[in-house]
């Protein structure tokens, strides 16, 4: 079964989006943020994915995001562009348009908000939104983060869609830090493009066929990421995910979000990294100087001295 795709394997910063301190998309930032992850280890860019704030902008907030990127010179098969909606007119609307524009992907949560739904209304949504689109050009990452959406992607359900439409459904990110699902999926599709929804699992995961990862914490950790990567199958592969794995969990317990925009503000000098839409709250300053020592008990460079290429904005 073919499972092609112009997006390449490797690692993928689940990419922030910097806000003006009126919440409105500074589109700027975010190209030149973007262009800073690629320079710095990532392979391609999620690019308005949950740590994104995705679910927090409109429709049209997303057409403008994505324009703005790629008017910016941002290589559109080094994007994997989040789609999913809750209403199926959204989700067309946003797919078309990113496949409109060449980019490598488009990343699809289920419809999230109704919680009971069956593999067969799922099977049925998905169906729907393919033949709206009729393109061949789409390529779908079917986007599996149950503790979040509360919706999941079973195995029969995905091994149905790529039945269904193969050459279309090409991968997932799972977010869901079950290895046991992830292990069934690559047994159960040779070939599939599954990235991990975090780093530490990249190792194990390259070693049974998946692709690589799409994380959050990618935005910081990308070069280290990037050392398992290339070294997978050397003998320094489990040092570096080791070490990989520390740094992953030392951003863990807060939201990732919050986490990583005080770190972005902190190394850049930048106070407008501080900008969140609600829901999402910065972090607190107790909570801010427990992820300080805990990435300073690591080595990590919160100065950007010595291991980063350029200051982030």
Same mark, same amino acid.
């Given at each position: 079964?073919?499972?092609?795709? @112009?997006? +390449?394997?490797?690692?993928? *910063?689940? @990419? &922030?989006?910097? /806000?003006?301190?009126?919440?409105?998309?500074?589109?700027?930032?975010?190209?030149?943020?973007?262009?800073?992850?690629?320079?710095?280890?990532?392979?391609?860019?999620?690019?308005?994915? $949950? %740590?994104?704030?995705?679910?927090?902008?409109?429709?049209?907030?997303?057409?403008?995001?994505?324009?703005?990127?790629?008017?910016?010179?941002?290589?559109? !098969?080094?994007?994997?562009?989040?789609?999913?909606?809750?209403?199926?007119?959204?989700?067309? *609307?946003?797919?078309?348009?990113?496949? @409109?524009? =060449?980019?490598?992907?488009? &990343?699809?949560?289920? +419809?999230?908000?109704?919680? $009971?739904? $069956?593999?067969?209304?799922?099977?049925?949504?998905?169906?729907?939104?393919?033949?709206?689109?009729?393109?061949?050009?789409?390529?779908?990452? &079917?986007?599996?983060?149950?503790?979040?959406?509360?919706?999941?992607?079973?195995?029969?359900?995905?091994?149905?869609?790529?039945?269904?439409?193969? =050459?279309?459904?090409?991968?997932?990110?799972?977010?869901?830090?079950?290895?046991?699902?992830?292990?069934?999926?690559?047994? !159960?599709?040779?070939?599939?493009?599954?990235?991990?929804?975090?780093?530490?699992?990249?190792?194990?995961?390259?070693?049974?066929?998946?692709?690589?990862?799409?994380?959050? %914490? $990618?935005?910081? %950790? *990308?070069?280290?990421?990037?050392?398992?990567?290339?070294?997978?199958?050397? !003998?320094?592969?489990?040092?570096?995910?080791?070490?990989?794995?520390?740094?992953?969990?030392?951003? !863990?317990?807060?939201?990732?979000?919050?986490?990583?925009?005080?770190?972005?503000?902190?190394?850049?000098?930048? @106070?407008?990294?501080?900008?969140?839409?609600? +829901?999402?709250?910065?972090?607190?300053?107790?909570?801010?100087?427990?992820?300080?020592?805990?990435?300073?008990?690591?080595?990590?460079?919160?100065? /950007?001295?010595?291991?980063?290429?350029?200051?982030?904005?």
């Amino acid at each position: 079964m073919s499972f092609r795709t @112009s997006l +390449p394997a490797g690692v993928f *910063a689940a @990419s &922030l989006t910097p /806000l003006k301190n009126d919440l409105s998309i500074d589109c700027d930032a975010l190209t030149a943020h973007c262009k800073w992850l690629l320079a710095n280890g990532n392979d391609g860019i999620a690019l308005l994915g $949950t %740590t994104g704030e995705a679910n927090s902008f409109t429709v049209e907030e997303r057409f403008q995001i994505l324009d703005a990127v790629l008017k910016g010179g941002m290589p559109p !098969e080094k994007l994997m562009v989040g789609t999913g909606c809750c209403a199926f007119p959204d989700t067309v *609307a946003l797919t078309q348009h990113a496949v @409109s524009q =060449g980019v490598g992907g488009v &990343l699809m949560l289920p +419809p999230f908000y109704y919680k $009971t739904v $069956t593999d067969a209304g799922l099977a049925n949504y998905f169906e729907l939104i393919i033949n709206h689109i009729k393109d061949p050009r789409l390529r779908i990452y &079917l986007y599996h983060f149950p503790q979040l959406a509360k919706v999941s992607f079973s195995t029969p359900l995905v091994k149905l869609l790529v039945k269904e439409f193969p =050459g279309i459904v090409v991968g997932m990110k799972d977010s869901s830090g079950n290895w046991e699902h992830m292990q069934e999926i690559c047994r !159960e599709l040779p070939g599939f493009n599954l990235y991990a929804g975090t780093e530490k699992y990249l190792l194990d995961l390259l070693r049974i066929g998946g692709a690589g990862c799409i994380s959050a %914490t $990618t935005n910081a %950790t *990308a070069q280290f990421a990037r050392k398992v990567f290339q070294n997978w199958q050397s !003998e320094n592969a489990v040092g570096f995910q080791k070490h990989l794995t520390k740094l992953r969990a030392a951003f !863990e317990g807060y939201s990732f979000v919050s986490v990583l925009k005080y770190l972005f503000a902190k190394w850049s000098s930048n @106070s407008a990294w501080l900008n969140l839409r609600p +829901p999402n709250a910065m972090l607190r300053e107790k909570e801010a100087a427990i992820v300080t020592q805990r990435l300073k008990a690591l080595g990590f460079d919160l100065d /950007l001295k010595n291991s980063i290429a350029g200051q982030p904005l």
